[in-house]
């Protein structure tokens, strides 16, 4: 694959708590790597990644990793109206982080609209499960996600464990919400860039005419 190439770029932001590991992910997601001790964030920190999500259609995601003290918390609110996609995690060996998940849910919605947000729940640090170390439950995690209208995943950096399945699962969701018009090119926002938006226009087209996505307006988050 050439990586000079791409026809989408999306921004994806990492939130929740300290030290629930998203740093952790962010790297086994992009560089395949697992340290046992990483520096906490400070501020916000800078991924890229690719992703061919269909034959012939490139994504080049950018990942904003937020820092999950109160302190930081002015700079990275900054980083939230320009995302398309918000990676919510939490530590599933800390109840409080799980406990938390609403309100970075609610930050990120009271401050991207006009635009749309969509998101993915992951559970992190799900090899520490067979240590009897899990605080939330499985069906809570679920029901949760079901509430607030997005995916859940469990995932572990330290083994690899569906670490790549929560990124593309996110990555997957806006591009289909891009083609069914939920997610919005529009000017001056850098959530989604697109290379060839006449191309995106016959697609959408395309699958209206097959009345296979019908185009959704609604402006929020999920």
Not at 21 to 42: A, H, M, P, Q, Y
Not at 61 to 77: I, K, N, P, Y
Not at 101 to 114: L, M, S, T
């Amino acid at each position: 694959m050439d990586l000079t190439l791409w026809q989408y770029q999306f921004r994806i932001i990492m939130l929740g708590d300290s030290t629930v590991g998203k740093s952790s992910l962010l790297k086994r997601f992009t560089e395949d790597l697992f340290l046992e001790s990483i520096n906490e964030t400070v501020g916000v920190d800078f991924y890229v990644h690719f992703l061919e999500v269909e034959p012939g259609i490139r994504i080049k995601l950018q990942f904003w990793d937020t820092a999950g003290q109160e302190r930081f918390r002015s700079v990275t609110r900054s980083y939230y109206r320009n995302s398309v996609g918000g990676l919510l995690v939490f530590d599933m060996t800390n109840r409080d982080s799980f406990d938390h998940i609403k309100e970075w849910h609610a930050e990120v919605c009271e401050r991207v609209q006009p635009h749309t947000v969509l998101f993915a729940l992951v559970g992190h640090k799900s090899d520490r499960d067979a240590h009897k170390e899990r605080a939330v439950r499985r069906d809570e995690a679920e029901k949760l996600a079901g509430q607030l209208g997005m995916p859940y995943v469990e995932a572990s950096s330290k083994t690899g464990q569906n670490v790549k399945e929560c990124f593309e699962l996110l990555a997957r969701r806006i591009y289909q919400g891009l083609l069914s018009g939920e997610v919005e090119l529009q000017e001056g926002w850098d959530g989604v860039k697109c290379t060839a938006p006449q191309a995106l226009q016959q697609q959408r087209a395309s699958i209206s005419q097959a009345g296979a996505a019908p185009k959704n307006n609604k402006k929020c988050c999920g």
